[in-house]
Each structure stands twice: as C-alpha cells, then as structure tokens.
C-alpha cells in the first residue's frame, strides 16, 4: 500500500513540472534595425528593448500585442 501511494506520488510529480515551467514571451525592439520581435527571455535593454513593458504566457499573446503596439508599426 505503501508503494502505490509513493509511485503514485512520484508520477504526478514528474508530469506537473513541466506546467510550472511555463516560458513567457517579450516584445523587444532592436536597437541596431528597429525592428520588432517575439523573444522568450527578457530584454537586456542594450541590444534589444522591452517594447511591451510585460511579459505575455503564450506566444500567440505576444505575436497579438506585436501587432497593436505603437513602437511596433
């Protein structure tokens, strides 16, 4: 009994780490092109830019705000 409850234990825990690794996605402006792009770690504020001033949890989030940005266009 004591097996299956720590097995049991065991598997939940492997297959929930990946939902607490959940990547975030930024709208950064190159400072070289001006351009904008999706990038998935934080801008360092020399190369690229936070264009979007936040961080968006999918991709799709990011591509959307991409589009309505002022910086952007």
């Known amino acids: ?3 299956k ?3 049991a234990t065991a598997a939940v ?3 929930s780490i ?3 690794a959940a990547a975030e996605f930024y709208v950064a402006k190159s400072a070289a092109t001006k351009k904008c792009e999706i990038v998935d770690k ?3 504020g020399t190369k690229l ?3 979007g ?3 968006y949890a999918t991709k799709a989030d990011a591509e959307k705000a991409l ?3 002022n910086d952007c266009k």
């Open 1 to 3: 009994m004591f097996r």
């Open 5 to 7: 409850i720590v097995l």
């Open 13 to 15: 825990a492997v297959f």
């Open 18 to 20: 990946p939902a607490f």
């Open 42 to 44: 934080k801008p360092d």
């Open 49 to 51: 830019t936070d264009a």
């Open 53 to 55: 001033k936040k961080s």
């Open 67 to 69: 589009k309505l940005l």
